[in-house]
């Protein structure tokens, strides 16, 4: 087993590294097409509105945002021409951008532009809606500044403005208000054409100004090697995976994990994984019902074997890892506080807490769905560790239609299971959020979230964050169930493709 | 005959009216709200219902309701919630020739196979071939279409490389190429459905063979196959074809499994993801649409009867 993970490590080095000394060398031709097999249709293609991963996996290759991320989840300039320079009381935010960036209509981007589509950024975007209060100001000044003036200070601001899910694109001033309906940003590729369910087709920009810095995951440098790149929604993961194998698709997106043998030693297909891709979840209903009781949510929180959870939903321990932390090793807010209570798969101290908390046999309800395999598989294994510690269970599966409206009724559930991949900021994960179902409202937690985000120093907010983990453990209302890694197929004849949260297929060849 | 077109054309509109009635209040009363999905995972409650009244989904159930009659009779679908605000009836136009096309071909396949199986079996009844051809007619009707699509995409895609795995062609791809793209689901949907017709086929002249007009031909000296042929099977059109109609009727309808394993832009696969993201407009459009094309093509088949059996007078 050893041997195999250090194998699987040693490729995903070499794939990692590989394609980021070739690009940089240019040693690909440019020409051909990349088929991508995405997990479904776009609800839309405005990434501003939406959160949904897949809108900004494709529209991220079309539209731009003025910063960016690198290795690490460090925030770079894209559109910016550097790093803003950012007064000492973290209020004002001059960022400078590049000139001669033109967006596909042609025309100039300009300081003007930028502001405008902030703005919009925070009228119409979920993300930009939730700090739209601290922001007093987005003015042009001149025709390449863009100033952003706060009403208290924001640390994640950056980060938010990196972020490629809600995100907060540079388009024409013209086009900045009401609904987008021209797709013209100022990306590396060109929106052409959508046809819903068959395909978004997006070719090359050869007026595009890449960033002067080398290529850094989705900052700096960006080449369009492919003449086109057709997302094709295939919503069957099967039929993805055969698409894959067929050579039909040249990657194919978040495949079952255990198809990872299968796509071992074919002679055009690699497997590819993004590891780690995110965690699982479980938010617990602090508002109402039997979870508004701290005690219960602890019972719940000992009495689950997350090691169990994982290794049921994913097989073989190459596609998980058991780790409780709201980062995972390697990462720079990684930090182990509160960990004792994670994974602690102990039915006798969870039977001693429900009878401290006076439990009566009332139901608990746990909402979950099949669309996503892993979380029904997962909600399995809860529903019968919390019955070994006593609590009497009900499973509501639906789908995830259903469940994404019905976790917004606190009367008909009380834990539900989702998911998200590891964001750049912190702040950014949905706990923080008083209003997000689960409801955790702590002025403890709002008071550290406060601090955190108006903490400029980084070793500070890392320092701050490990508070913020232990309050998060000790009050039990989102439970992690630990980090999972995300499975594509990706055609051998492609190069530079480096695995990430959003596949990105600039600096990307097929040769 | 003019009468009679008269009832079926009123007996039409009543159930167009049902359905896009109990369509309308049944994919309302289900759970799930297209707001919070089309904003993704982590929108908050203000958001979607901001989005919510912007779609009209906040208007009381009557409202909408009559709403979406006064659109109905001016022949207004209305417009999706997620394929870029198009028109339903748009959408519907851009996916009928994927489905009209596989259905096509599924039938052809069906009747290829089914009828001539039926055939055989029926006239060497008891016999090897006789068992094998039920056998394989049993399994097929047995196997769930979505197995056989993966197994058909992994041998003949996969492995052998003859046919594109998914999907209706490139953008621009021409007529031919995107058949090419339909021949492994239309062969898949065709053996599914040719079990039916084979067991239909073989049953009906069965019955037939047993009639004492066959004993009167073959008593004359006729061979055994034009007995069959000329004889049996001519009779037994009538009910073979109202096996066939009702099939042709189910696959124009979309074939819903097939279109989603093999990823054709079809009726079936629109009704399927526009049911997961509650797509309201579209399927209600879509199931009322397939509800008229069942009940016409119901009704050519009933009109065909007057070809192949003069016995019939409406």
Redesign the interface.
């Known amino acids: 087993m050893k041997i195999k993970t250090l194998l699987l490590v040693l490729f995903l080095s070499l794939a990692w590294l590989s394609p980021l000394t070739k690009a940089a060398a240019g040693e690909w031709k440019a020409g051909g097409i990349i088929n991508v097999a995405t997990i ?2 776009p ?3 405005d990434p501003s ?4 991963d897949v ?1 900004a996996v494709i529209s991220q290759h079309f539209f731009e945002t003025l910063f960016a991320f690198g290795e690490g989840f460090s925030v770079k300039p894209l559109l910016a021409e550097k790093m803003p320079s950012i007064t000492p009381d973290g209020l004002n935010y001059a960022i400078q951008l590049r000139q001669g960036v033109k967006f596909h209509n042609g025309k100039e981007m300009t300081a003007a532009d930028a502001a405008a589509s902030v703005r919009r950024w925070l009228k119409v975007a ?2 930009g ?2 700090i739209a209060d601290s922001v007093k100001e987005v003015a042009a000044e001149g025709k390449y500044t863009v100033r952003i003036t706060l009403a208290t200070p924001y640390t994640p601001l950056l980060a938010l403005l990196a972020m490629p ?2 995100m907060a694109i540079i388009i024409p001033e013209e086009l900045t208000e009401g609904d987008l309906k021209e797709y013209v940003g100022t990306g590396v590729y060109k929106f052409v ?7 978004v ?1 997006v070719v090359r920009n050869d007026a595009y100004q890449p960033h002067p810095d080398p290529a850094d995951l989705y900052a700096g440098k960006r080449t369009a090697y492919a003449d086109e790149i ?1 997302f ?5 993961p ?2 993805r995976l ?2 894959g ?4 698709y040249q990657y194919a997106d978040q495949l079952p994990i255990e198809n990872y043998s299968r796509l071992l030693g074919q002679a055009n297909v690699q497997p590819v994984m993004t590891a780690p891709y995110g965690w699982p979840m479980i938010f617990l209903n602090c508002r109402e019902g039997m979870m508004a009781n701290l005690k219960i949510r602890q019972a719940v929180q000992a009495a689950l074997s997350q090691e169990d959870m994982l290794a049921v939903a994913f097989g073989e321990p190459e596609y998980y890892q058991v780790d409780g932390s709201m980062y995972p090793k390697g990462y720079f807010y990684h930090n182990e506080r509160g960990l004792e209570l994670y994974n602690q798969a102990d039915p006798v101290k969870a039977r001693e807490l429900l009878g401290e908390a006076g439990y009566t046999g009332g139901t608990l309800r746990i909402l979950t769905s099949m ?1 996503y395999e892993f979380h029904f598989k997962m909600a399995q294994v809860a529903a019968e560790n919390l019955r070994e510690a006593g609590f009497n269970v009900d499973m509501n599966v ?5 469940l ?3 976790r ?1 009724d606190p009367k008909l559930w009380d834990i539900y299971f ?1 998911h ?1 991949p590891f964001v750049p900021d912190p702040y950014l994960n ?1 706990f923080f ?1 008083d ?2 179902p689960g409801w955790w409202v702590d002025s403890r937690k709002t008071e550290l979230a406060n601090k955190f985000n108006s903490e400029p120093d980084l070793r500070k907010r890392a320092l701050i964050l490990e508070d913020i983990q232990q309050l998060w453990y000790e009050e039990a209302a989102n439970i992690k169930i630990g980090n999972f890694n995300l499975l594509g197929a990706l055609a051998k004849n492609v190069k530079g493709y480096i695995p990430s949260s959003w596949p990105s297929f600039w600096n990307v060849a097929v040769e | 005959m003019k009468s009679y077109l008269g009832k079926r054309f009123v007996g039409m509109v009543a159930v167009m009216f049902m359905v896009a009635t109990v369509t309308f209040v049944v994919i309302r009363v289900i759970p799930g709200d297209p707001a919070a999905l089309m904003l993704g995972p982590e929108a908050t409650a203000v958001d979607i219902e901001a989005l919510r009244s912007r779609l009209g989904l906040d208007l009381s159930l009557a409202t909408q309701y009559l709403t979406f009659l006064s659109d109905l009779l001016r022949g207004d679908l209305g417009n999706s919630i997620f394929l870029g605000g198009r028109p339903v009836l748009r959408i519907l136009a851009d996916r009928a020739e994927p489905t009209v096309c596989l259905t096509l071909i599924a039938i052809v396949v069906a009747m290829a196979v089914g009828i001539p199986s039926g055939i055989i079996s029926a006239s060497r009844r008891g016999s090897l071939a006789d068992q094998a051809t039920v056998s394989v007619a049993m399994g097929l009707a047995s196997a769930p279409s979505f197995w056989l699509g993966l197994a058909f995409m992994q041998f003949f895609s996969v492995r052998l490389g003859w046919f594109p795995t998914s999907g209706y062609g490139d953008p621009g791809a021409e007529f031919l190429e995107r058949m090419r793209h339909l021949a492994l689901p239309g062969l898949v949907l065709g053996l599914v459905n040719s079990a039916l017709i084979t067991r239909f086929t073989r049953t009906t002249l069965l019955d037939i063979l047993s009639d004492d007009y066959i004993r009167t031909a073959r008593a004359k000296g006729l061979g055994e196959w034009p007995v069959i042929m000329r004889h049996a099977f001519r009779n037994a059109l009538v009910p073979i074809l109202t096996v066939v109609g009702l099939t042709l009727a189910l696959l124009l309808g979309g074939a819903v499994v097939t279109e989603t394993v093999f990823n054709i832009p079809g009726v079936g696969n629109l009704v399927v993801s526009s049911v997961l993201r509650r797509d309201y407009p579209v399927i209600g459009g879509s199931l009322l649409v397939i509800a008229g094309v069942y009940v016409l093509v119901n009704l050519a088949v009933d009109l065909a009867y007057l070809l192949i059996d003069p016995r019939v007078k409406y």
């Open positions: 479904g249709e609800p839309t293609l509105v939406s959160t949904a809108v979920v993300r809606k939730q899910t809600s054409e959508h046809q819903p369910d068959r395909y087709r057709r094709i929604p295939v919503p069957s099967n039929t055969e698409g194998l067929s050579g039909q669309q639906v789908d995830w239609a259903t994404t409206q019905q917004n989702t998200s949905n959020n209003g997000y």
